[in-house]
């Protein structure tokens, strides 16, 4: 058993590290966009978040932005095993680990997120049980961090068990996966409704202060994930020899879609809301969309966002565009655009302008936030990286295992 | 090897842990290092003998930190059948920011950045009290100015604290005496009391808070004006280490035209309660049902 899990590692690691020069250059990039961060998140630790552009009027922007943003890219999980599993189609059921191996990857960047964001990093272990004090059950926060950590163990957990039977060529154990991965798809949606709750419950921010914002956020966590996975299974489909369907990509587009066109209703029925009552609360809304008193910094961003979620839904929809390589691939990449900006920036930031007193800070992020934001994202991508490296051999032998 | 030797705030959570904390104070000859973080406790939650230990240690560091042999540390405990609430008499204020600077220096505020704990609303007499059309910034010849009026706002100290439920850690709390606290040796500055808090009342340390020495004021409490380091939050807590030994708050002294009224609600012949007898109060955003203890009104 030891000397399985001991040639488990060197194996997998060996593995993980192994490629072509493009790799090599991948992983080098990656590993210097990673310094490049880690010397910015240097400096603020030494100095404090003075180095952002947050202030006591914007106390939460960019990194509190791509925390939620990413909490939504770990669904994209959910998007695989759904019809894989519960609907046992078999096209999506060979390629789902891949989901598992995004959400892994994305609940690391966002936990790494939320330890830039503090202004005691050394304090973090006070969320945890038993050593800390959790304020459980009144903070969102807290009940947040648990159900993320809960989330990242599950992941871990499914996909250290697929990659070590799949390593040492033995079936996995459907009795042992199986039920992780249904339980997975409640789980996916807890950890998107609590992080929709840290905002949802704060009824100083009426921007935030509403019921439809755990639904919205759902919404547009089952876009931005699979938009990441549609692509990496056409690399896939290039460089390997793992059996991607082509019906497995226009699926998940086609239910990216319907996950688009309930995001589109619940933002016009938030919209309508809004305009239609014109109460004061509405000044946050005009803020994203017009801009007040010549603050007007969000404004190109806000409409970027629509015009991205709207263009994207509607090549998704159509099966023609849905279909060409071209056009899906747009679509993609309008899709993530679009719901980054959506709950990166035009969520936390008009939620705080003005500020509870009337007050307008224009907050566009400094040069160190948006390096910190960059090491995070490239740690991100380098574990989803390697961990896709481990995983591809295992489907490739599977694949001309059937073959022969 | 001492307790105290070990950590200031250390409770022996198990055998093992503290063996542990052991062995790694005694290879470090010194301080036990990161066990002694992952076994220190809240203020809070120590006994009566450790928080003097802990305070006398805080008042040595604190005393090096500024060449001060005058600062002394309290934790001065609320007083039974005590409850504060504050009173503003909007008729009377002229919007001098006296009590902005006052709380300043009365409560150990960074000069630069500047924390101000008190933010003085100039609002136009045409719209009546509305935030979104009032400045912060005003800054005329001369106050007041014929057209407005001032609503000064700091920490509404509500009985229905949204600062306090939304707190990851448990590291801000309501005392008996209604005086919202927070520690700051145990604060996060995660910011979700900033996102919650209605009032804008609570203040972030963005960086290491700057003052000088000789305006440093030497008689401080634990939860209240002692220095605060950087990455925390901090707010106005009604001058705990001046009115729980029956002082005022220095904002109310400072105030040249006897705007700002302070005393016990639990006093029936109190100034509070003859205040609210007599004249009409109102509080700030009564929707969102914090229920302030800062009542404002109007006596002309």
């Known amino acids: ?404 | 090897m001492s307790e105290r030797t070990l950590d200031r705030r250390t409770l022996m959570i198990s055998a093992g842990l503290s063996t542990m904390a052991g062995i790694s104070a005694a290879a470090s000859g010194k301080s036990a290092g990161w066990v002694e973080r992952l076994l220190k406790r809240r203020f809070v939650e120590l006994s009566d003998e450790r928080r003097e230990e802990i305070l006398a240690e805080i008042e040595e560091t604190c005393r090096k930190k500024y060449g001060r042999d005058d600062i002394t540390v309290s934790d001065t405990r609320a007083l039974d059948g005590v409850e504060f609430a504050y009173g503003l008499d909007l008729s009377r204020c002229v919007g001098c920011r006296r009590c902005v600077y006052a709380c300043v220096h009365e409560n150990n505020q960074s000069r630069d950045p500047q924390i101000h704990w008190i933010r003085v609303l100039e609002m136009k007499k045409d719209h009546g009290i509305d935030f979104a059309e009032s400045d912060i910034y005003y800054d005329p010849e001369e106050v007041p100015e014929p057209e407005s009026f001032y609503l000064p706002v700091a920490c509404q100290q509500c009985r229905n604290p949204a600062c306090v439920k939304v707190c990851p850690v448990k590291a801000t709390w309501q005392e008996a005496d209604g005086i919202v606290v927070i520690d700051p040796d145990w604060c996060l500055g995660c910011r979700c009391c900033m996102s919650a808090c209605p009032y804008g009342a609570r203040h972030f340390n963005w960086t290491d808070p700057t003052i000088a020495a000789e305006e440093i004021n030497p008689d401080t409490h634990v939860f209240g004006n002692l220095p605060r380091p950087k990455g925390v939050v901090e707010k106005c807590t009604f001058c705990i280490h001046r009115t729980r030994k029956g002082r005022y708050p220095a904002c109310v002294e400072i105030c040249p035209v006897g705007a700002r009224k302070f005393g016990n609600l639990l006093d029936e012949d109190g100034e509070m309660r003859y205040l609210m007898r007599e004249k009409r109060v109102f509080v700030l955003k009564e929707e969102l049902n914090t229920k302030p203890r800062f009542y404002y009104f109007f006596a002309t």
Not at chain 1, 73 to 102: N, R, S
Not at chain 1, 273 to 298: C, F, K, M, P, W
Not at chain 1, 361 to 378: C, D, K, N, Q
């Open chain 1, 1 to 404: 058993m030891i000397k399985d899990i001991a040639s488990f590692i060197t194996g997998s690691a060996r593995i993980a590290f192994k490629g072509n020069t493009t790799f090599y250059a991948w992983i080098a990039f990656l590993g210097l966009v990673c310094l490049w961060g880690l010397a910015a998140w240097w400096n603020q630790f030494q100095h404090g978040l003075i180095t952002t552009n947050m202030r006591d009027q914007v106390s939460w922007a960019f990194y509190i932005g791509n925390f939620t943003f990413l909490v939504g890219v770990a669904a994209a999980a959910v998007m695989l095993v759904i019809p894989a599993y519960i609907y046992d189609w078999k096209p999506i059921k060979e390629i789902a680990i891949f989901g598992e191996l995004l959400a892994v990857s994305a609940i690391v960047m966002s936990m790494l997120f939320v330890f830039v964001d503090v202004g005691r990093p050394d304090r973090v272990w006070q969320l945890m049980p038993i050593i800390g004090t959790p304020n459980l059950p009144s903070s969102l926060l807290g009940w947040d961090v648990m159900v993320l950590n809960g989330y990242l163990v599950l992941n871990l957990l499914i996909v250290l068990h697929l990659l070590y039977t799949g390593f040492h060529r033995r079936p996995y154990n459907r009795r042992f996966v199986v039920p992780l991965l249904l339980f997975s798809i409640p789980a996916a949606v807890g950890i998107h409704t609590v992080t929709a709750f840290v905002y949802a419950g704060t009824a100083a921010r009426p921007f935030w202060n509403s019921a439809i914002l755990a639904p919205r956020f759902l919404a547009s966590a089952f876009c931005s994930g699979p938009a990441i996975l549609l692509i990496l299974f056409q690399i896939l489909q290039r460089t390997t020899s793992i059996k991607i369907k082509d019906e497995a990509i226009w699926k998940i587009a086609e239910l990216m879609a319907y996950a688009m066109f309930l995001n589109l209703f619940l933002f016009g029925a938030e919209i309508f809301r809004e305009y239609y009552s014109n109460t004061h609360h509405l000044i946050h809304t005009q803020y994203l969309y017009s801009g007040v008193h010549g603050h007007d910094a969000l404004v190109p961003y806000a409409w970027a966002s629509l015009i991205c979620s709207v263009v994207a839904f509607l090549l998704f929809l159509i099966p023609a565009t849905r279909k060409n390589l071209v056009t899906l691939n747009l679509g993609c990449v309008l899709i993530f655009a679009g719901v980054y900006i959506e709950k990166g920036m035009a969520l936390v930031i008009p939620g705080m302008t003005p500020d509870t007193l009337g007050e307008f800070y224009e907050y566009v992020p400094t040069l160190s936030e948006v390096r910190v934001g960059a090491g995070i994202f490239a740690v991100g991508f380098l574990i989803f990286t390697l961990l896709c490296k481990m995983a591809i051999p295992i489907l490739q032998d599977a694949a001309s295992g059937e073959s022969t």
